[in-house]
């Protein structure tokens, strides 16, 4: 990220911490506002579902056609069950967190900043739960911490959420 985009993103993530503090119950609608906060600058169609199929490495997202009923899903059984998340345990917050990011991710709903957009997200959730925030500095766009990212994101196919609570746990500050 450039300059001027770190400090969309910050002013973005400052405005949206105020407006969904306290008790606020997420859905798939405020996934979108978020992305088109940090990226509206940047992208006309910040905050819209992709239209068209996206892979990455060989791996195929969900298709385009299914996005906007992976998101309903999404934000019934996890979002507005779970938010906000009230009295939780650190590893229960973890496991939640973990599960809405691998999901998030591997719906990757929209063309570009999905990763950015699902990180902030998951943030003010845990703002709701009275921690300070998540800090992924130590995960860079390679090396070691990335490659374990991106294992931990793979496990979340197959339902094991375990990896990704690892790392949230170790980026959840007090």
């Known amino acids: 990220m450039d ?3 770190i400090l969309a993103y910050k002013n973005a993530a400052e405005e949206l911490a105020r407006d969904f503090a306290g008790n606020h119950q997420f859905t798939a609608e405020d996934v979108k506002r978020i992305h088109k906060e940090i990226f509206g600058g940047l992208y006309e169609w910040a905050g819209e579902y992709r239209s ?3 892979s990455k490495d060989g791996f195929v997202f969900t298709r385009a056609v299914y996005i906007d009923e992976h998101m ?3 934000s019934r059984d996890l979002l507005e069950k779970n938010t906000p998340p009230g009295e939780m345990t650190r590893h229960q917050l973890t496991l939640l967190l973990a ?5 998030l991710i591997l719906i990757h709903p929209f063309r570009e900043g999905n990763g950015r ?4 997200f998951i943030n003010l959730i845990a703002q709701q739960a009275g921690y300070e ?3 992924f500095a130590h ?3 390679s090396g070691r911490e990335y490659d374990r990212y991106i294992a931990a994101v793979q496990a979340g196919l197959r339902a094991d959420y375990e990896p990704m609570r690892k790392i949230i746990d170790q980026a959840l500050r007090d």
């Open 99 to 103: 599960k809405i990011h691998d999901e």
């Open 52 to 54: 068209k199929d996206l």
């Open 117 to 120: 957009a699902v990180r902030l």
């Open 3 to 5: 300059d001027e985009e």
């Open 72 to 74: 309903g899903k999404l």
């Open 133 to 135: 925030g998540l800090d």
């Open 139 to 141: 995960i860079n766009e």
